[in-house]
């Protein structure tokens, strides 16, 4: 965002540019309006309500969609256009894998540059490919999605703040002011996700890990046999922008509870996801280049590891059911590096907003059932794939 400069174009001709280049981004938005103008509240969804299966006679296929950065720069053209950038992206890698199920990986939407009320509009656009196809999802936050506005310094400037004209919400979202920089927070957030998305498997987390949400478990079943489970998919919420970056001691029990309750005697593998890496990626990140047992393509970034270390790790290592830990964050990494017993792996910067110019990609996961396996690749916004590795068998 640095050094950009500021363009008299408002948020209505965001829309609009939206609407020109890439019409993916306000897929589904009227539809959901219609359908959902009848209920005001909404409970979170804290409990099962559907699961997810292999299909038969095939393999379960998960792609990893990290920091998509939508609404950042919102009010200069350059935004508009890596909003519409990050569209084709994860259009050309859905068309390429054909995923059973999309883990939005954290970052969604750059909050600190959105001014509109509720920033839910963002993070419809940025769920709009994959909700198009038909495919169900899930999400975590990350740093960006709730942080406060941060005013540009160029608006202090002799030019001023450029002309603002920001849009009343969709009628489904109803508006008390056109601008706004209060932010929208992680519960309304969530709530407007699982409100107006009948695709969507986001859970809001136990209310006694407040302020942290995206915290739940889901499982993949037997293609035989829905109650049988052959892998858990934590998410957990790593913090940033409304409050610290870290992991809790809290969630770290949550999670040592939650696994005793599902998977007792460890027997059904069990993979992790959520935004910001542990300090343990930073133990077993390459020095220089990328060389085996890691497996990966870039390494032009530095680890930003959470605030502290609360027990998470201790707990997974325990674990011989925890097979691999999926991250986001650094947008130049891109590696798989072996931890004790699990794998610690970066998914692969996908969207156009945030920082770096390294090609954008998305991390696909690969879950066989017999016998199991948990495999992975890199596939890159031009179609290419590299990158490929075992994680478990």
């Known amino acids: 965002m640095k050094g950009r400069s500021l363009y008299q174009l408002t948020i209505f001709s965001f829309m609009c540019f939206s609407i020109a280049f890439a019409p993916m981004l306000a897929v589904g938005l009227d539809q959901q309006a219609n359908r959902h103008q009848a209920s005001e509240a909404v409970a979170l969804r804290t409990t099962p309500e559907k699961y997810l299966q292999i299909p038969p ?87 960006h999605d709730d942080a406060p506005f941060e005013w540009p310094i160029e608006w202090f400037s002799a030019t001023g703040i450029p002309q603002l004209h920001c849009p009343s919400r969709n009628s489904s979202y109803r508006s008390k002011e056109e601008c706004s920089f209060s932010g929208t927070q992680r519960g309304e957030l969530m709530k407007n996700e699982i409100k107006h998305n009948e695709l969507s498997f986001s859970r809001s987390g136990p209310n006694d890990l407040w302020p942290s949400i995206s915290n739940y478990v889901l499982q993949v079943s037997s293609s035989e046999d829905a109650e049988s489970p052959v892998a858990f998919l934590y ?22 509870w939650k696994t005793q309750e599902v998977n007792p005697d460890s027997r059904v593998p069990e993979i992790i996801f959520w935004h910001i890496p542990s300090k343990a990626y930073k133990k077993v ?12 393509s870039i390494n032009k970034d530095r680890v930003a590891p959470q605030a502290a270390e609360m027990g998470i790790m201790k707990h997974l290592v325990q674990r011989p059911s925890v097979k691999a830990v999926f991250v986001g964050h650094n947008h130049g990494l891109d590696w798989c590096c072996p931890y004790k017993k699990l794998w610690l792996c970066f998914a692969r910067h996908t969207g156009y907003g945030g920082y770096g110019n390294w090609p954008r990609g998305a991390r696909i996961l690969e879950i066989t059932e017999q016998p199991f396996s948990l495999k992975s690749w890199i596939r890159m916004e031009d179609g290419g794939l590299h990158s490929e590795v075992v994680l478990a068998f």
């Not at 939005?104 to 839910?120: C, K, P, V």
């Not at 990140?285 to 990966?296: D, M, Y």
Request: with cysteine; charged share 20%; proline share 6%.
């Open 285 to 296: 990140a390459p020095k220089f280049g990328i060389r085996k047992p890691c497996v990966g």
């Open 57 to 143: 006679g095939s393999s379960f296929k998960i792609v990893l969609f990290a920091d998509l950065h939508f609404g950042e720069n919102a009010w200069a053209d350059w935004g508009p256009r890596q909003d519409a950038n990050s569209i084709k992206v994860m259009n050309t890698i859905l068309d390429e894998e054909t995923p059973d199920f999309v883990i939005y990986l954290g970052d969604l939407i750059t909050a600190n540059n959105i001014m509109i009320e509720n920033a839910s509009l963002y993070w419809d656009q940025a769920t709009s490919p994959t909700r198009a196809r038909g495919i169900p999802w899930a999400s975590v936050f990350g740093n």
């Open 235 to 256: 998410f957990l919420d790593s913090g940033g922008g409304s409050y610290p970056e870290v992991l809790s001691t809290a969630q770290a029990e949550w999670f040592k």
